[in-house]
């Protein structure tokens, strides 16, 4: 009885980590669904909500679907395409530095910071131009 919960828990790790995007918890169930008719959502929930909380995916606000679960654990900063409404990485572009900006004119500590950036991403920027 005890085996199946952590089973599900790293089926749900694995179709993350396998989308190499950002996914909503619908679908997260529905990636599952197809192969598991047991499963129901409220466990899709329950369990991205334990990966979450002990550090094993990233999760961020979609504007319109909520929370997105995300597999990329390192720190780094996203890009919502308001064409295409995906949510992306941006890599390798932490500006690490700001931290210690902040902290001097603000006064505290800071440990880290995140940012969202808004535009048009450069598979939809190709085929505005193509039209
Ligand atoms: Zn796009
Ligand atoms: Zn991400």
């Known amino acids: ?54 550090d094993l995916v990233n999760r961020i606000q979609h504007p319109d679907f909520g929370y997105v679960y995300d597999s990329n654990l390192n720190q780094h900063y996203h890009f919502h395409c308001l064409s295409c409404n995906r949510i992306m990485d941006i890599e390798d572009m932490m500006h690490h530095e700001l931290n210690k900006e902040v902290e001097e004119k603000f006064g505290g500590t800071v440990h880290s910071h995140m940012a969202y950036f808004y535009g048009i991403c450069p598979e939809c920027l190709a085929k505005q131009e193509d039209n």
């Open 1 to 54: 009885m005890s085996v199946k919960p952590t089973k599900q828990r790293q089926r749900i790790l694995e179709v993350i980590r396998d989308a190499k995007g950002h996914l909503t918890a619908e679908e997260v169930y529905k990636r599952l669904a197809i192969e598991d008719h047991s499963i129901g959502i409220a466990t899709v929930y329950r369990n991205l909500k334990y990966l979450y909380d002990n």
